[in-house]
């Protein structure tokens, strides 16, 4: 699978939090500009758990040049979180395109994410 080559701190602007809660693991992100594959595989790594839900955007939507990612790059993250068993909550900078073509392999674990809804994990 092609990464970005990404060291700790992934970027001083942007944050990732973890809650636990018994066997689940749930990470909230941004626009999980450096990845999010990074993000959880550097959480895997530091940790003794696995993420079992991820609320975040993917930044797989280019607003300014009205372009989504390679369909390439969308497949292996859609691979990488099925192979993880995540359910995922994503919207914004996701993008429809990579939404759609995500949501084929994902199926049920993939789930749009809107303002003020709630979320039962």
Not at 69 to 78: S, T
Not at 99 to 118: A, C, D, F
């Amino acid at each position: 699978m092609e990464r970005r080559k990404v060291r700790f701190p992934l970027h001083w602007h942007e944050q990732s939090l973890v809650i636990h809660d018994a066997n689940k693991h749930l990470l909230i992100a941004g626009c999980a500009h450096t990845g999010i594959v990074n993000i959880v595989e550097q959480i895997n790594q530091r940790s003794q758990y696995a993420i079992t839900h991820i609320v975040s955007g993917f930044h797989m939507y280019n607003r300014k040049e009205n372009k989504s990612e390679d369909p390439n790059m969308i497949a292996q993250v859609g691979q990488f979180l099925k192979n993880q068993q995540v359910v995922a909550y994503t919207g914004h900078c996701t993008g429809e395109v990579a939404y759609e073509q995500l949501s084929k392999t994902l199926g049920i674990q993939l789930n749009k994410l809107y303002t003020g809804q709630i979320i039962k994990v």
